[in-house]
Every structure is written in C-alpha cells, then in structure tokens.
C-alpha cells in the first residue's frame, strides 16, 4: 500500500491552486509527502534546507540524485531508467490530473541519459519548464 500510495507524491508534485484552496492538503502531505521526503533525505543525508532552497537552475549533483530517488520510489522511474509514463498517468491523483498531464504531455520525449541521477534531473527540468508555476520539488 504505501509503495502504490507513492505514486501520488509526483501527483502531488504538482501543486495545484483551487478556487484559493491550496493544494495538497497537508494530511495528504504528511501521509504521503513526509515519508518519501524523509527516506530519500536520509539516504542521500540531505536536509530538508537541502531541498527547501534547492534551485532547479544550478545542476548541482547531490540533489539530481536526490531526484533519482524520488522518482525510483514513486515508480515514476523504472531501475532501467526508463520513465514509467504510462503508470505516471494511471495513477494520476484526480485533483492534480489535469495539470500533471498536460505538464507531462510536454516531457514524454526526455532523451535518456545512462547517468539515471542525470536523467530524473533532465526529467524534473522538463516538468518544471512544462509548468513552473505548478511544479515544485518534495
């Protein structure tokens, strides 16, 4: 359960403003958000300062991998290194749908890059690109 709960983080990933609502609602942060956050932190000893103030612009190495977690994790990205489009969309959290999927309609051509830190960064640029008003990094 919590490996399929996963899936919603990149769901979530999309941070979607609704009639002044903010979106996701923390119980669904802390449930789901929290936990991937913490195991790729840990395992990668990053602080949440670390990802706070990370900005996608300055490449920096630690963080691509930090993404590669992420995206392992939320099955978003297969060990092969391949994205997982279609489980990405099938999972789609319904209230964040709409704008993930057309965020993602923009980046189901990422080149692949055998450096899979290299490739989930290569592929976080791309969502952000898609969408940077939406996209944010858990």
């Known amino acids: 359960m919590f490996s399929s709960s996963l899936v919603l983080i990149f769901s ?3 941070n979607f403003l609704n009639a002044g609502d903010v979106y996701p609602p923390a119980e669904l942060m802390e449930e789901i958000v929290a936990p991937l956050h913490e195991m790729c932190t840990t395992r990668l000893s990053k602080t949440d300062d ?3 103030s990370y900005n996608i612009e300055t490449n920096k190495p630690d963080m691509k991998c930090y993404m590669k977690c992420l995206m392992l994790e939320s099955k978003w ?3 092969s290194g391949q994205i997982d489009y279609d489980f990405i969309i099938s999972n789609a959290h319904p ?4 704008i993930l999927l057309a965020a993602i309609d923009k980046c189901m051509h990422v080149e692949y890059n055998d450096d899979l830190c290299e490739h989930a960064y290569n592929f976080n640029v791309c969502l952000h690109n898609a969408d940077p008003v939406h996209y944010f990094l858990p």
């Open 95 to 98: 209230s964040v749908k709409d």
């Open 77 to 79: 990205m297969k060990e």
């Open 12 to 14: 979530c990933a999309i």
């Open 50 to 52: 670390d990802v706070a």
